[in-house]
């Protein structure tokens, strides 16, 4: 029975294992073609040509299959190409590499086993027994049912095909690290080492414009092959000694285009150099070596040059026209994919460094935070918009805000900034989060809508954010949420589950029915938790979404109230986020503290004339308790006289005087059923109302008002 697998079943990649299953003899064949002289090379051949390949001289594809332990199951390098590279069965295939490729294509060769997923078209070496070498282009796949290990296809590379396989492999990832090592990789079939090393502007992603005055400082950005190299050589990441950019820069700084320059012979580069330390830092190796530096020039009215490539080799193989003509081809065809890779390590610059801006930056007195914050892999799609956000209001509570902007890059990374921004700004007005959700709604809606926001890459219509604020005094917590996924929260028992909330669309949803936001508030005691996080976290492929949440919260609930917070939100993301994840990973963790029971003092007092006297009376007995100073104690007296008084005249009911005492300093709260807010105005000399508020404003560090279900609270820090 076949076991191929069927072409609705099976991915291209399985098709070209299975094909090339049956290109390479089997082990059996294999071992009788090498055992029995000529009879077993002539059906050895035969098997060969009776499949539908190139004729044996046009024949540049060679194929080995490995088994789980890297060793060669089945081989097929008959081609006269491959004469000299010996791979008998049961050998590892590192033999046929040179001592310094090892650890890397042995980290490709275990990555394709682990994950399935194919390593294609890199240029390598291979071995002759005669100590020569091969250029190839290697593809590493998974063995094709039902065979298990893998399947290394060895293409022999003609330079035009070299050409194109180097510039298809170049222009696959807008990692600059990645693209530099991609064209050294490619310009070492040229060579002995290959280097690539660019302008420090195109390193960190800066705009390069003409050519370079002055004196040029170039840092290092691939090297190949990988090998321990002396010290005092440039590696990757090193800057290059200012002294021995000269060298390259004879290829950079000319009066008309740049153009490649060849240094046959190790004395002429000690002539360029004058300094055997810099022949050191420079010069691969004691032996003789020449060097073409080719220059990576971008087109344009003036040229753009963005570094230089340098490919070494022993001096008896000097460098010839046609191959000097063929690397500065190469070269021309993949400096546009450099200059990719640097815009999008600029933006992708400026957008972590937003990313990390928006991220708590300490926790309070009353409570504790950490958080995480792991950006998906540059090539999948640049770092998106989600945020967390944790700060302290003004009036003692603290606000948790978690976000998340559809998209990513720099327009999504703008609008979380914006959205995060104004969020901060309405909870420190003294906003509730439904309130400050309903701005935000709003806001969306004007700064965005589908047509240009999806034509960007991005629309922040359909942003979700939730938002919850601790009050360390009765220690709750309100939170109200746009369409995000619930938090997590850990009783001081270790019991967690997700906050029950009502489901609600994302921001800007203008598509569904204008509900009000929910708000939800619950008990947060001391030594709860409560974790905040971005979908990212707790998506998996396998998994649906409350799946994901459960793992979290049973991740959650082994945090032990003493644990070291950092460690245990890194900890928890490590445990949950996907090894090769797709999305932004954000996690806020926040511990309640809480205040203690003798630093706070409430009292409920009756809306009648005498209110002020008794609320002094019952501040004054409290400040003596807890010693403060005396003028302390006057300045707190008169602004609590003064805000009961304005509440009794301009509110009904009863009146609540909340005292805090706090680090450096005692808030003094007075709430009321009114739904006035209260002005600070100019007054005039002869003026007889309007002075208690600017007797408030001089006496406190800070004063404001936030609104409750029932009215109003005005709150106001005196010093300590």
């Known amino acids: 029975m076949d076991s191929t697998p069927s072409p609705s079943s099976a991915s291209p990649f399985d098709m070209v294992s299975s094909a090339l299953g049956r290109y390479i003899p089997r082990r059996a064949a294999a071992a009788a073609a090498r055992s029995a002289g000529s009879r077993g090379e002539r059906a050895v051949r035969r098997s060969v040509e009776s499949d539908p390949t190139p004729a044996r001289h046009e024949q540049i594809l060679g194929a080995v299959n490995l088994d789980r332990d890297l060793r060669i199951t089945r081989c097929n390098l008959d081609a006269p190409v491959f004469a000299g590279v010996e791979a008998p069965i049961g050998s590892p295939l590192v033999d046929l590499l040179p001592p310094w490729d090892v650890p890397t294509v042995i980290r490709r060769l275990r990555q394709v086993l682990e994950t399935g997923e194919p390593h294609v078209a890199r240029v390598q070496r291979l071995r002759r027994a005669d100590g020569s070498e091969l250029v190839v282009s290697m593809s590493i796949l998974a063995a094709a049912a039902p065979q298990e290990g893998l399947t290394v296809t060895l293409i022999a590379m003609a330079r035009r095909l070299h050409l194109y396989a180097a510039e298809t492999a170049i222009g696959t990832s807008l990692d600059i690290g990645e693209t530099a090592q991609s064209l050294a990789e490619s310009l070492l079939a040229w060579g002995d080492v290959a280097a690539i090393d660019l302008d420090f502007a195109v390193?960190?992603?800066?705009?390069?414009?003409?050519?370079?005055?002055?004196?040029?400082?170039?840092?290092?950005?691939?090297?190949?092959?990988?090998?321990?190299?002396?010290?005092?050589?440039?590696?990757?990441?090193?800057?290059?000694?200012?002294?021995?950019?000269?060298?390259?820069?004879?290829?950079?700084?000319?009066?008309?285009?740049?153009?490649a320059i060849v240094i046959p012979d190790r004395e002429a580069i000690l002539r360029v150099l004058g300094s055997a330390r810099l022949v050191r830092a420079l010069v691969p190796g004691d032996r003789a070596a020449g060097v073409a530096c080719i220059p990576l020039v971008l087109d344009g009215t003036p040229p753009v040059v963005l570094g230089v490539a340098e490919v070494w080799r022993r001096t008896e193989r000097p460098f010839h026209d046609s191959e000097l003509l063929d690397l500065q081809e190469l070269v021309a065809r993949t400096s546009h994919h450099v200059d990719l890779a640097r815009q999008h390590q600029r933006e992708h610059t400026q957008v972590l460094a937003l990313q990390r801006r928006l991220l708590p930056r300490s926790s309070g007195d009353t409570i504790e935070t950490a958080s995480v914050y792991q950006p998906a892999t540059p090539d999948s799609a640049g770092v998106g918009g989600d945020w967390v956000n944790s700060f302290p209001l003004p009036d003692g509570r603290t606000a948790l805000v978690v976000g998340d902007v559809v998209g990513h890059g720099l327009g999504a990374a703008a609008t979380m900034g914006q959205l995060s921004m104004e969020a901060r700004a309405l909870l420190s007005a003294g906003l509730a989060p439904d309130e400050v959700l309903e701005h935000l709604d709003e806001t969306v809606s004007l700064l965005d809508d589908a047509e240009s926001g999806l034509a960007a890459g991005y629309s922040a219509l359909g942003s979700t954010c939730c938002i919850a604020v601790y009050d360390p005094v009765s220690h709750q917590m309100v939170m109200s949420s746009a369409g995000h996924l619930p938090p997590v929260l850990v009783t001081p028992e270790g019991s967690a589950a997700p906050v029950a909330a009502s489901p609600h669309p994302g921001l800007g949803a203008e598509f569904a029915l204008r509900e009000p936001f929910d708000v939800h508030t619950f008990a947060a005691p001391p030594g709860s938790m409560l974790a905040l996080y971005t979908d990212g976290l707790v998506e998996?492929?396998?998994?649906?979404?409350?799946?994901?949440?459960?793992?979290?919260?049973?991740?959650?609930?082994?945090?032990?109230?003493?644990d070291d917070l950092p460690q245990a939100a890194r900890h928890l993301v490590s445990v949950l986020a996907p090894v090769r994840q797709r999305d932004d990973v954000t996690l806020l963790l926040a511990r309640m503290i809480g205040y203690r029971k003798g630093d706070t003092a409430t009292w409920r007092l009756p809306a009648r004339g005498d209110a002020a006297t008794r609320a002094r009376t019952l501040v004054s007995a409290r400040l003596k308790q807890w010693r403060a100073r005396a003028d302390t104690r006057d300045h707190v007296l008169l602004v609590v006289s003064e805000l009961v008084a304005n509440a009794v005249r301009f509110a009904d009911g009863p009146v609540t005087v909340r005292l805090i005492r706090s680090g450096h300093e005692l808030l003094c709260e007075v709430g009321d059923t009114g739904n006035g807010r209260p002005r600070l105005g100019r007054r005039g000399l002869l003026d007889d109302g309007g002075r208690g508020l600017h007797v408030v404003h001089r006496l406190t560090t800070r004063w404001g008002v936030r609104w409750t279900d029932t009215g109003k609270v005005v709150w106001a820090s005196v010093a300590r």
């Open 203 to 259: 390193w960190t992603g800066e705009v390069v414009t003409g050519q370079p005055q002055g004196r040029i400082r170039l840092r290092r950005a691939a090297l190949v092959p990988e090998r321990a190299w002396p010290d005092g050589y440039v590696t990757p990441g090193d800057d290059l000694p200012g002294d021995a950019s000269r060298l390259l820069a004879q290829a950079i700084q000319r009066d008309d285009a740049a153009q």
């Open 540 to 562: 998996d492929p396998t998994l649906s979404i409350d799946d994901g949440i459960r793992r979290l919260a049973d991740a959650a609930a082994t945090v032990h109230p003493w």
